[in-house]
T-cell receptor, first 116, second 115 residues
Framework: QKEVEQDPGPLSVPEGAIVSLNCTYS??????FMWYRQYSRKGPELLMY????GNKEDGRFTAQVDKSSKYISLFIRDSQPSDSATYLC????????????????FGKGTKLSVIP | GAGVSQSPSNKVTEKGKDVELRCDPI?????LYWYRQRLGQGLEFLIY????????KSGLPSDRFSAERTGESVSTLTIQRTQQEDSAVYLC?????????????FGEGSWLTVV
């Protein structure tokens, strides 16, 4: 079983729809959870960041983490054609205290198309 | 600069040749990462640098791959005797020293094609 599982899609929705993107993971030590958005032929850009369980909202985007189920979600409300991209979940087990960041484990990404 | 800068943005090379890919991290960021992304695949960790600590090379796929970083600045990823399976986008990322999380910021990538 891979550490992080993410349905690659593709996922196609009409403009204005609510989009739900999900990842499951197996490593119970993961504490930090991120969603990155990657447009075609561009580098990933950080979209949402959450620590441990709970919800976080930023505009049309909501990130949810359920550590008991090892399941994270990203919801996009009122989806727009500009949201068409690949969405990657990422997670990390720890911060190497005093020495900064450590490696993230990524899902394969879900390709989303929002049709006008 | 404002973001992570990578060069070249595109590289086509013949099988068996060596290539060098360069990364300029965000100023002040002490941590630097290299990831590889094959077509339709997720990001594969290659190597991690943090300040003057020994780099974490655990993700390098073979001894044809090596990377260097001078202090907290530029890093170079070198692939020797390139093979067709090395074709991918090589992404560099950097992050500051933080205690509450470890978000990283990516460059646009170097798109490598081995023919």
């Amino acid at each position: 079983q891979k550490e992080v599982e993410q349905d690659p899609g593709p996922l196609s929705v009409p403009e204005g729809a609510i989009v739900s993107l999900n990842c499951t993971y197996s490593n119970s030590a993961f504490q930090y959870f991120m969603w990155y958005r990657q447009y075609s032929r561009k580098g990933p850009e950080l979209l949402m960041y959450t620590y441990s369980s709970g919800n976080k909202e930023d505009g049309r985007f909501t990130a949810q983490v359920d550590k008991s189920s090892k399941y994270i979600s990203l919801f996009i409300r009122d989806s727009q054609p500009s949201d068409s991209a690949t969405y990657l979940c990422a997670m990390s087990a720890q911060v190497n205290s005093g020495a900064g960041s450590y490696q993230l484990t990524f899902g394969k990404g879900t390709k989303l198309s929002v049709i006008p | 600069g404002a973001g992570v800068s990578q060069s070249p943005s595109n590289k086509v090379t013949e099988k068996g040749k060596d290539v060098e890919l360069r990364c300029d991290p965000i100023s002040g960021h002490t941590a630097l990462y290299w990831y590889r992304q094959r077509l339709g695949q997720g990001l594969e960790f290659l190597i991690y640098f943090q300040g003057n600590s020994a780099p974490d090379k655990s993700g390098l796929p073979s001894d044809r791959f090596s990377a260097e970083r001078t202090g907290e600045s530029v890093s170079t990823l070198t692939i020797q005797r390139t093979q067709q399976e090395d074709s991918a986008v090589y992404l560099c990322a950097s992050s500051p020293v933080v205690r509450a999380g470890n978000t990283i910021y990516f460059g646009e990538g170097s798109w490598l094609t081995v023919v």
